[in-house]
């Protein structure tokens, strides 16, 4: 079975850093990737980065270029996702999930993924 886990959240004043975690285990196909999706309070669930398996293509949403970064350990088949000059709009709960054929038209949309972890709270304080 394909399982997920994100950790990593907390709270974490504006400006400051994170770093989230996503422990992954059960995939067997090469042509797969993981994203990180968050929520915010009131607000549907929005793409923030995604990395593939093979070749380790990046997308990000234009709202965290130049803040946020993904990458991956496959050998411990983990994906991190760090994140660098927090803002209070970035408090949201961060989900991780897998998902198959992504590229830039495809990674932001939560259909791609049937599979995802039970996402970690990060709040920023102003």
């Known amino acids: 079975d394909v399982q997920l886990q994100a950790s990593g959240g907390g709270l974490v004043q504006a400006g400051g850093s994170l770093t989230l975690s996503c422990s992954t285990s059960g995939f067997t196909l090469d042509d797969n990737g993981i994203a990180w999706f968050r929520q915010a309070p009131g607000k549907g669930r929005e793409g923030v980065a995604c990395i593939t398996r093979s070749g380790g293509r990046t997308y990000y949403a234009d709202s965290v270029v130049g803040r946020v970064t993904i990458f991956s350990d496959n050998a411990k088949n983990m994906v991190h996702l760090r994140i660098i000059g927090l803002r209070p709009e970035d408090t949201a709960v961060y989900y991780c999930?897998?998902?198959?054929?992504?590229?830039?038209?495809?990674?932001?949309?939560?259909?791609?993924?049937?599979?995802w972890g039970q996402g970690t709270l990060v709040t920023v304080s102003s």
């Open positions: 999930a897998q998902g198959r054929y992504l590229n830039d038209d495809t990674w932001s949309r939560e259909r791609q993924y049937p599979y």
